[in-house]
T-cell receptor, first 116, second 111 residues
Framework: GAVVSQHPSWVICKSGTSVKIECRSL??????MFWYRQFPKQSLMLMAT?????????EQGVEKDKFLINHASLTLSTLTVTSAHPEDSSFYIC????????????FGPGTRLTVT | QKEVEQDPGPLSVPEGAIVSLNCTYS??????FMWYRQYSRKGPELLMY????GNKEDGRFTAQVDKSSKYISLFIRDSQPSDSATYLC???????????FGPGTRLSVLP
């Protein structure tokens, strides 16, 4: 099956700093990738849709200036959490669908962000 | 009322039991229905996909969709300890757009 990787898997940063999370599709091209966050014992909440070569589409309530998304190539999307605060601590997961099979999203393993 | 609701669990069953996991939803425009399994500290993995109403079977897993009742189910036969995970339902109106996830049901299958 298709593989999506994320890096780093776990990051701890100080309040006020920025953190970049990478999402890569390893064996397929992804013109679209999705970014989710998940709080403990809660479901996935879609943050934004990342489109290769164009601006990301953010869900209502998600600050686009705080969560910068760049989809620079067909295999890489990045999420940068700027000026992180403790309330940004969460599990961030990306997913990418196979082209033509958008119901079949392949999820990355997630990145656990802890802001101190 | 949340758009997608799911029994939160946790649900504990003995090995070999038949498990029924359920979701209800309020948006009648949903057409695509998915079930994902998520192990602790891992990303979700797709188990089943169904379009519109009906049943779909894959090995020990059966997905059912009843659009008239706005109700979907995932059945697991002969449950195994390796099935212990959180199960998420997801649905969307349009092909590949705007997935809405349920909150998940945590399942433990006891040996």
């Amino acid at each position: 099956g298709a593989v999506v990787s994320q890096h780093p898997s776990w990051v701890i940063c100080k309040s006020g700093t920025s953190v970049k999370i990478e999402c890569r599709s390893l064996d397929f091209q992804a013109t679209t990738m999705f970014w989710y966050r998940q709080f403990p014992k809660q479901s996935l909440m879609l943050m934004a849709t990342s489109n290769e070569g164009s601006k990301a589409t953010y869900e209502q309530g998600v600050e686009k200036d705080k969560f910068l998304i760049n989809h620079a190539s067909l295999t890489l999307s990045t999420l940068t959490v700027t000026s992180a605060h403790p309330e940004d601590s969460s599990f961030y997961i990306c997913s990418a669908p196979l082209q033509g099979f958008y119901y079949e999203q392949y999820f990355g393993p997630g990145t656990r962000l802890t802001v101190t | 009322q949340k758009e997608v609701e799911q029994d939160p669990g946790p649900l504990s069953v003995p090995e070999g039991a038949i498990v029924s996991l359920n979701c209800t939803y309020s948006n009648s425009a949903f057409q695509y229905f998915m079930w994902y399994r998520q192990y602790s500290r891992k990303g979700p993995e797709l188990l089943m996909y169904t379009y519109s109403s009906g049943n779909k079977e894959d090995g020990r897993f059966t997905a059912q969709v009843d659009k008239s009742s706005k109700y979907i189910s995932l059945f697991i036969r002969d449950s195994q300890p390796s099935d212990s995970a959180t199960y998420l339902c997801a649905m969307s109106e349009d092909y590949g757009q705007n997935f809405v996830f349920g909150p998940g049901t945590r399942l433990s299958v006891l040996p």
